[in-house]
Nanobody
Framework: QVQLVESGGGLVQAGGSLRLSCAAS????????MAWFRQAPGKEREFVAG????????SYADSVKGRFTISRDNAKNTVYLQMNSLKPGDTAVYYC???????????????WGQGTQVTVSS
């Protein structure tokens, strides 16, 4: 079992930046690949970015590639999502997730956080 708590969401103007954090507790954080998903109103939840257990490999949705960066600090049990050049289309609830492998967490995580709202104004 792992518990995930996101923070760092908020309101930002288009072109601005935000950094989301996800603090994990419970079973060894380094045992999990981690990912960020988002869900906009009226849309399905979608994969945003993922990272392997060691942080050696990352994966991004095409819509955020070059603008968002996922990273993790296993000593702090925390995964981050640095979001730059934000657009109104990035407005969504952002969820942190965990699973055994990057491939499986991207397809269907074992654990979810409660989400944090990101709103980008034009």
């Amino acid at each position: 079992q792992v518990q995930l708590v996101e923070s760092g969401g908020g309101l930002v103007q288009a072109g601005g930046s935000l950094r989301l954090s996800c603090a994990a507790s419970g079973r060894a954080f380094s045992s999990y690949a981690m990912a960020w998903f988002r869900q906009a109103p009226g849309k399905e939840r979608e994969f945003v970015a993922g990272i392997t257990r060691t942080g050696g490999t990352t994966s991004y949705a095409d819509s955020v590639k070059g603008r968002f960066t996922i990273s993790r600090d296993n000593a702090k049990n925390t995964v981050y999502l640095q979001m730059n050049s934000l657009k109104p289309g990035d407005t969504a609830v952002y969820y942190c997730s965990a699973g055994p492998l990057l491939s499986t967490v991207r397809a269907g995580p074992d654990y979810w956080g409660q989400g944090t709202q990101v709103t980008v104004s034009s």
